[in-house]
């Protein structure tokens, strides 16, 4: 029997960060994050990471690189297991032949969360995607999820709720799920 997931976005949403990180060093937790993930895991929700990592198709990192940052991510949410990580290491603009091209992996489209439904039987229609860009909205929509964008503006066009951050976006989640 399929179930739901929470799909959340890497980048201002579990971990600061505004540029291209490949140096696990850099990883910083946001502030209230492990408490929410934990919670979310306490009510039964597997959480699955979902990430675009242009940064490997401009060259500027590897995806061991990106290995080494998620593993760094996991250590310092302890004890919160994330289920899966996915990451889209293509970018139509980057210069690493191998990785310079659009892909259904990247975001906006849904293809890293119909991989991750796929591989752990999730009902997609009962899961909920979270980040802090449109673009994390526009990939849960399509994918048939209901959606969270971290935003300070009122801006609720899209989305199916918004909230100031990971923490806030708990009471959208567990107010409106079955």
Do not use: Y
Not at 121 to 127: E, H, M, V
């Amino acid at each position: 029997m399929s179930r739901g997931a929470i799909f959340l976005d890497r980048d201002n949403t579990i971990i600061r960060n505004d540029e291209d990180l490949g140096d696990p060093a850099g990883v910083v937790i946001l502030e209230g994050v492990r408490e929410a993930l934990q919670a979310l895991h306490d009510a039964g929700w597997p959480l699955i990471v979902i990430t675009n990592q242009g940064g490997v198709a401009r060259g500027k990192f590897d995806e061991d690189d990106v290995r080494a940052v998620h593993a760094q991510t996991q250590a310092l949410l302890e004890p919160v297991p994330i289920l899966d990580w996915l990451w889209c290491p293509f970018h139509p603009n980057g210069s690493v032949p191998a990785f310079s091209r659009e892909h259904p992996w990247r975001k906006p489209q849904p293809g890293m969360l119909l991989e991750a439904a796929e591989r752990h039987n999730i009902d997609l229609t009962a899961s909920w995607m979270i980040g802090d860009h449109i673009r994390d909205v526009e990939a849960g929509n399509a994918a048939g999820c209901r959606t969270i964008l971290l935003t300070n503006e009122a801006d609720t066009s899209i989305a199916t709720h918004c909230a100031e951050n990971l923490k806030a976006a708990l009471s959208s989640i567990f107010e409106n799920s079955s």
